[in-house]
């Protein structure tokens, strides 16, 4: 969890103390752990239905939403289901879309979270499946920001990042990366997930992860480490829309992005 935590780059002011009960286990007075709630994403990472061959080298993290039951604990015997719910063609030269569930439940049987996901495959569109079916994204409203949070990404973060399970070498391997298209490695679709989740964490929901319903985002453009993303956020009630920006390069990394409060 405090690798996690460090892979989303909290506990980067070492004064911090709000950051430093995600990341330190050790206090003079003693304190609870805390579990930021995108670790949801990674506690079970590789549970998935099985195998679906696909051109590996062209994978992009599509969406993520995870619903939260309960807030996550900071130790627990899990189990996690995993399912397919759609495969979706875009066709030959537009790729493919894996949507995958996994529920996870701790050992009473109760849920913790279910984590919807997709994959998008971008060499393996044309095989003639359905192109209609995936779900109606979040649309976030078109009045100025209520709140915006710049996060500075570090130049290292995704080598830290894929300690917590994804080792893809798109991610901290430059030949690999150039092969994929890419100028230089690009940092995790689900690190960037990480990040939105701290800026609502740090914002509305005041460090408090039981506080997180549900989190869910479109991503749209790849982000790289060293650079700065800006969270853009409008609260309505309970629920917090939100985009993600990086403004050096005039571009949007996430869209569509919803979360629910309690």
């Known amino acids: 969890m405090m690798l996690y935590a460090l892979g989303i780059g909290m506990g980067s002011d070492p004064l911090n103390e709000k950051e430093l009960q995600f990341v330190n286990e050790a206090y003079a007075t003693p304190k609870a752990l805390k579990v930021v709630p995108s670790f949801a994403s990674v506690c079970v990472w590789g549970a998935r239905p099985g195998v679906i061959d696909l051109n590996q080298v062209m994978l992009l993290d599509g969406e993520h939403d995870i619903t939260f039951h309960k807030p996550i604990p900071a130790e627990a015997s899990a189990t996690a289901d995993a399912r397919v719910r759609g495969v979706y063609d875009k066709g030959k030269e537009k790729g493919a879309i894996i949507q ?3 529920v996870v439940k701790d050992d009473k049987c109760d849920k913790i979270v279910t ?3 997709s994959i998008f495959a971008r060499g393996d569109g044309g095989f003639g499946g359905p192109s209609e079916g995936t779900p109606e994204p979040h649309q976030v409203p078109r009045r100025e920001p209520d709140r915006s949070i710049d996060i500075p990404i570090r130049p290292d973060q995704a080598l830290i990042y ?6 893809n070498p798109l991610h901290g391997d430059p030949e690999f990366a150039h092969r994929a298209g890419f100028p230089k490695p690009i940092l995790h679709g689900m690190c960037t997930y990480g990040l939105t989740c701290r800026a609502l964490l740090q914002t509305y929901a005041d460090y408090d992860p039981s506080a997180f319903h549900r989190h869910r985002v479109r991503f749209s453009a790849p982000l790289f480490p060293g650079e700065i993303i800006t969270v853009n956020l409008w609260k309505d009630g309970n629920s917090i829309s939100f985009e993600a920006h990086v403004r050096d390069r ?3 990394v996430a869209k ?3 979360t629910v409060l309690v």
């Not at 894929?162 to 080792?167: N, P």
């Open 115 to 117: 984590i919807v996901s």
């Open 250 to 252: 005039q571009v949007t």
């Open 100 to 102: 995958n569930e996994v």
């Open 162 to 167: 894929r300690l917590s399970g994804d080792r």
């Open 256 to 258: 569509h992005g919803q």
